[in-house]
Structures are given as C-alpha cells and as structure tokens.
C-alpha cells in the first residue's frame, strides 16, 4: 500500500492534500494512490451544485457545510471547480477563500481545483479528487462547478444529486439554457430570494417542467437566501428526498454503475492519449510525416490508424 493511502485512511488532511496535488499533476504514483483507495470508495453521498455565474453556489455551499456540521455532524468535502489561470495552472477564483470559516474545522476539507481545459464544468481530475476525500471518509462531498451554462452537463455524469442554482434575475438566462438545466436539474435553487422577481422565475421554472409532462421525479424549487442563512434546512431535506426516491426507483445503484462504466472509458481515453503524446515526442519523424500529410501524400486516417496500431502493440 502507497504510504499517502496509509496515512489517508487513518484521517491524515496533509495526505488528502498532497494525494489530490499528486492527481492534479499526474504524477507517476497518481496509479497507485487510486489503486488502493479504490477498496474504500463508494460511502459518500455526493451533491452537485451548477447554475449560472452569479448564481451564489459558493455562499450557498458555504452555508450547507454550515448546516450540515452542526446538525448532523457530518463529515464534509467540497470540491470547488474554477477557471484555469492561463498563467499558473491554478484555479483562479479560490472557493476556499469565500468558505474560510471551515478552514479550521477538522472535518471540513476544501478544494479548489482548475478545469484545465475541460469544457464540461468539471476538471478532469475531479472523479478522482472525490475518490480521494471519499476513502477518506467524508459522508458528503459537495462539488460546485464553474457557472458556464449548458456546458456543465458533466456534473450528472459525476454526482447523486445535482442542484441548479439560479437567481431572481435568472428569467431570462432559464430559456437559453433550458435544455440543459431540465437534464441536469434533480433540483432547482432559487438564491437570493429576497429580491425581486422571485415569484416569476419559479413560475417559469414550474412552467419548463410542465411542459414536460409526466416524470418520475419532478425537480422540486428551493428558495434561498445565503445571505441570512435562510433556507438550508429546507434545501437539505430536498436533497435527501430525492437520494430516498433514487434508492425506491433502483436508480442509485443504475447511476452509479453507469458512473464506474464511464469512468473506466475515461481512464482509457487518458491513457490513450498520453501514449500518444509519448509516440509523438519520441518519433524523431514525426515533422516529416505531417509534412507528407499537408502536401496531401499521406492521408491523415492513415496515419491516425497507424500510431494507433503502434499504441495497442505496447
């Protein structure tokens, strides 16, 4: 067993660190880590928060670590995803400056993490971030993507429940992004709900779902205002209606064997594509074959099935 595996099951922060720092960078040992967390993975009930920039997922995030510790005691992890700084690697906005009151609280671990290119909301390190903290013994992981709209789809592909967060000024924004706020949504956050226009946008959002008739589930509308710490208890007790509906349905454990399926896809993309760029780096013909490429000599299908045939031989 990797000694950072060691000291994350016995409670060590520091390794949670430095394991997640391990997956940001890819490093050699990344492997091993998962390897032998993977044993102590599946416990933690993970809820997405998304929605529009602006939205207030990070106050309203800061405020269910709140709720969630004291009255239940729970362990927490969060996962928050930024932009990437083009300069540093980095997440740009740092969640955990906005969410410091838990930074000394022992069961409360934060992180911030950059997209790095991915375009879904979500970094590609992400499922393996919360793989990290769920060995380590978090009884929810919270996960707040980056507010960029429709693109964030990859947040259903991640947690149990996923809450769009939207706010009174939101009406409009709901028509652009309708198609997938209704596939993503298990809930709808109205935040900051004492400003005008509340009453409209949950009229449009309970008009949206109408419009789709019968469903299993229908998303229920949340009303919030993280800035009184109003409205958690309430939010909470949404959330958990909807893991108790998953669990009647069979749906919980279909999501989650659909999630393995698809991460096990994306383990196979990665490695596929960093022996490509290793087939690349060490063809010391490489320029020459792009070039026989553009003058049209050689066909780029071919060539694409050739480094493939040279990768599967590995």
């Keep these: 067993m990797h000694e950072l595996v060691a000291r994350i099951l016995s409670g060590d922060k520091r390794a949670v660190a430095r394991a997640i720092t391990h997956i940001e960078n890819d490093a050699p040992e990344k492997n091993q880590i998962l390897r032998d967390l993977h044993p102590h993975t599946g416990k933690a009930f993970l ?51 906005r969410m410091g009151t838990h930074a000394l609280d022992p069961k409360v ?43 964030e789809l990859d947040i259903m592909n991640v947690a149990d429940s996923t809450v769009v967060v939207l706010n009174p000024s939101a009406g409009d924004h709901i028509q652009t992004m309708k198609a997938g706020i209704m596939e993503i949504a298990d809930l709808f956050a109205i935040n900051k709900a004492d400003l005008p226009g509340t009453d409209k946008t949950e009229r ?22 993280s ?24 749906l919980w454990s279909e999501r989650r064997h659909q999630r393995r399926q698809e991460e096990i896809v994306a383990i196979v993309e990665g490695t596929i594509a960093r022996r490509l760029k290793e ?36």
Aim: include cysteine; charge should be negative; glycine fraction near 12%.
């Design 47 to 97: 809820v997405g928060l998304t929605g529009p920039p602006g939205a207030g997922k990070s106050s309203l995030t800061d405020r269910l670590i709140g709720y969630l510790r004291r009255e239940f005691d729970y362990s927490i992890g969060v996962v928050a995803v930024d932009p990437t700084s083009p300069f540093t690697g980095g997440a740009i906005l740092g969640d955990r400056v």
């Design 109 to 151: 671990f934060i992180r911030s993490m950059g997209t790095r290119g991915s375009l879904g909301g979500l970094s590609r390190a992400t499922q393996e971030a919360i793989r990290v903290l769920d060995a380590y013994g978090c009884d929810v992981i919270l996960i707040e993507t980056v507010g960029v709209g429709q693109s």
């Design 204 to 225: 449009e959002i309970h008009y949206m779902l109408d419009m789709l008739g019968h469903i299993p589930w229908r998303p229920p509308v949340v009303r919030t205002i």
């Design 227 to 250: 800035r009184d710490n109003q409205g958690c208890p309430e939010l909470w007790s949404a959330i958990q209606k909807h893991k108790q509906h998953l669990e009647d349905s069979g």
């Design 279 to 314: 087939q690349i780096n060490a063809d010391a013909d490489w320029a020459q074959k792009l070039a026989r490429v553009e003058q049209g000599v050689l066909d780029p299908y071919q060539l694409a099935d050739e480094m493939m045939q040279n990768i599967l031989k590995k």
